[in-house]
């Protein structure tokens, strides 16, 4: 399981608004600049979890995600589409001569569109992904003694 601590800024309902703090892995790891999770940039990000435990304003808590899941999810965004690209690529410069384009101007718009849609499939892959919530991270505990107050309050 892939674990991170956050503090709770708000509840709503049954859902908890929960700020991630940085975590050790993001720090030694060289994306940590152009994640677009940002755990480990400047901006902290925000992400709404169940909020089963009753977790209050201010409280720290621990979330988890299965590392499979993780990765099965890394794998599918990260490289699927590049494959599909390079794939696409190299058919389109065999097979450009049947469109009469020459072999890179068939790479490149048979590559460029297979990635498009690859990137489209992705969203709605996305769509039906928040729908199930398998992959959402889940609270797994309040870390006891630990409070944050807001600096809103």
């Given amino acids: 399981m892939a674990k991170e601590t ?3 800024e708000e509840v709503v309902g049954e859902k908890a608004m929960i700020r991630v703090m940085k975590s050790g892995a993001c720090s030694s790891c060289s994306e940590k600049g ?3 999770m940002r755990l ?9 979890v169940d909020n089963h435990l009753g977790a209050k304003p201010g ?3 621990e979330l988890a995600i299965p590392t499979r899941s993780l990765l099965k999810l890394s794998f ?3 490289f699927v589409p590049v494959l599909a690209f390079v794939l696409a690529a190299v058919i389109g410069g065999e097979y450009g001569h049947l469109a009469h384009l020459s072999p890179d101007a068939a790479s490149i718009l048979f590559g460029g569109s297979v990635l498009v ?4 499939v992705l969203k709605r892959l996305d769509r039906s992904i928040r729908k199930k919530g398998q992959y959402y ?3 797994t505990r309040i870390v006891p003694g630990e409070t ?3 600096a809103d309050s």
Avoid: A, N, Q, W
């Fill in 6 to 8: 956050g503090v709770i």
């Fill in 34 to 36: 152009s994640c677009h």
């Fill in 40 to 48: 480990g940039g400047e901006k902290p990000i925000i992400i709404d």
């Fill in 59 to 61: 409280d720290f808590v």
């Fill in 76 to 78: 599918t965004v990260y």
């Fill in 117 to 120: 849609v690859s990137f489209l």
């Fill in 137 to 139: 991270p889940r609270m």
């Fill in 148 to 150: 944050c107050e807001r």
